[in-house]
């Protein structure tokens, strides 16, 4: 098969180029990228126990960020808190769940109970990050 397109990698910019090459002007695209994969580092897929998981997650590489934070380089930082609620019986519940969404749900009374028969304990409670 002879092509005229060559896109040089599948992450979202390229794959996103190819299928409108292909669909839009009918002409056949060859793609290639160093993964065996597309999406880049949007990819998700199963786990061994069938969990879909995104591979390749935020980084906490500090050489990332010293090279990305070098002032005036690229780019001022800011700080991002991602904060997920569900809402369970018209109450705003945290997410993923924790002892914060147990206290949201019951009574402080039927929270520490709930708390106290699940973990055994109240003093070292896991919390949601905020």
Not at 41 to 46: C, K, P
Not at 69 to 92: I, M
């Amino acid at each position: 098969m002879r092509t005229r397109w060559l896109v040089v990698g599948a992450g979202l910019s390229g794959a996103t180029l190819a299928e409108r090459i292909a669909r839009g002007l009918d002409d056949p695209v060859h793609v290639v990228d160093r993964r065996d994969h597309i999406a880049g580092n949007a990819f998700d897929g199963t786990n061994e126990h069938g969990v879909m998981v995104h591979h390749y997650g935020a980084t906490s590489s500090h050489r990332l960020f010293d090279r990305l934070a070098v002032p005036f380089r690229f780019t001022d930082w800011r700080e991002y808190r991602h904060r997920v609620l569900a809402e369970v019986q018209g109450a705003q519940v945290p997410l993923p769940f924790s002892f914060d969404s147990i206290d949201c749900l019951f009574s402080p009374t039927e929270a520490e109970l709930i708390k106290h028969e699940l973990w055994g304990h109240t003093r070292r409670a896991p919390r949601s990050r905020s």
